[in-house]
């Protein structure tokens, strides 16, 4: 019998050790693993962040609990590293979020509870409510019937009458924009995003062709502003208008708002089939605040002193039009 070589001796023993743990792999390979335990907190600013419950753009909204006090909040975190590489980008303009929202202290307003910068990253603190978009309970229902559309619009409108009443144009106003909250007995509801948000009036005026298309006022886009108004003119608080019409629109008919015509020519339409079993106080509403004219547009102010309020009941309202004093 020849005798093995040394490196025949090391081929043997590499392949009973392979052997052996393909075997143990095998005969181990029912066995499941166990639970991945899910991940810590993150930990920013006396802050431990817990799950997304928002995202869109450049920011993210956390729930988060405060190490100090252990109450919940949420928290919306705007990465500034990609905003930077835009030629527009103001740091400055960013804050105006920060300023506006410093002012408001209403019960449908979510309120800004403190403001930071860490890692290029802003942080904004702010109320935590739980519940859902509005978007998304249209989306559940199809549709509300005006008795259940009648506590939810007066809450927008006292909201919207607080923003105009501090020349304050939202010029977001849409269902995604608005929370439901989750709580036992009548709806409550928070307004929300502050991102485009604008004080108007005096040396501040609101140019910019923001917001979200189903929703925005005609006089928004600059191509129709110039039509309207005979040449381009800043708008002021009655897009906000517009939008509260939108929203109604689509929380009753269950879809987008219709019309007839383009441009400055459009007029609502209202199908009989889809509206049938709808009041026609309901419809005069909505086709008040949304009247292309902006000076013959309804005002949340005349909504509150009468017109429309066989729909939306007794909600406090004072807003200003731009013919009431914004810009």
Request: charged share 20%; glycine share 8%.
């Amino acid at each position: 019998m020849f005798p093995l070589r040394p490196h025949v001796f090391l081929f043997f023993h590499l392949l009973s050790v392979f052997s052996t743990y393909t075997i143990t792999n095998k005969n181990n390979s029912h066995t499941p693993n166990p639970p991945t335990p899910p991940p810590p907190p993150r930990t920013y600013l006396q802050y431990a962040l817990h799950e997304e419950i928002g995202k869109g753009g450049y920011a993210t909204v956390y729930r988060c609990t405060s190490l100090e006090s252990g109450e919940d909040y949420a928290v919306k975190v705007i990465d500034l590293r990609p905003r930077k590489l835009q030629a527009n980008f103001d740091q400055d303009r960013l804050l105006r979020e920060v300023r506006i929202m410093q002012r408001l202290h209403h019960p449908n307003i979510v309120r800004l509870h403190e403001v930071q910068e860490y890692d290029e990253r802003l942080f904004f603190v702010m109320e935590y409510a739980p519940g859902r978009e509005l978007f998304e309970s249209i989306l559940d229902r199809g549709r509300f019937s005006e008795d259940d559309a009648r506590p939810i619009m007066a809450q927008i409108l006292s909201a919207v009458t607080y923003l105009h009443d501090l020349n304050i144009v939202h010029r977001d106003i849409k269902p995604e924009n608005i929370l439901l909250l989750t709580n036992e007995g009548p709806p409550r509801i928070k307004l929300i995003d502050f991102g485009l948000s604008k004080i108007v009036g005096g040396a501040e005026q609101a140019t910019t062709f923001v917001g979200t298309p189903q929703y925005y006022a005609p006089e928004v886009d600059p191509t129709l502003r110039s039509t309207v108004s005979g040449n381009i003119q800043p708008y002021g608080v009655a897009a906000d208008c517009w939008s509260v019409g939108a929203v109604l629109y689509v929380m009753l008919a269950g879809r987008f708002p219709e019309f007839r015509g383009t441009g400055v020519q459009q007029e609502l339409f209202f199908n009989e089939e889809l509206w049938a079993g709808y009041s026609e106080e309901s419809k005069d509403l909505i086709a008040s605040l949304m009247t292309v004219d902006v000076s013959t547009r309804l005002s949340i102010r005349q909504v509150g002193n009468g017109n429309g309020t066989e729909l939306v009941g007794t909600a406090s309202c004072g807003g200003r039009s731009e013919r009431d004093g914004g810009s």
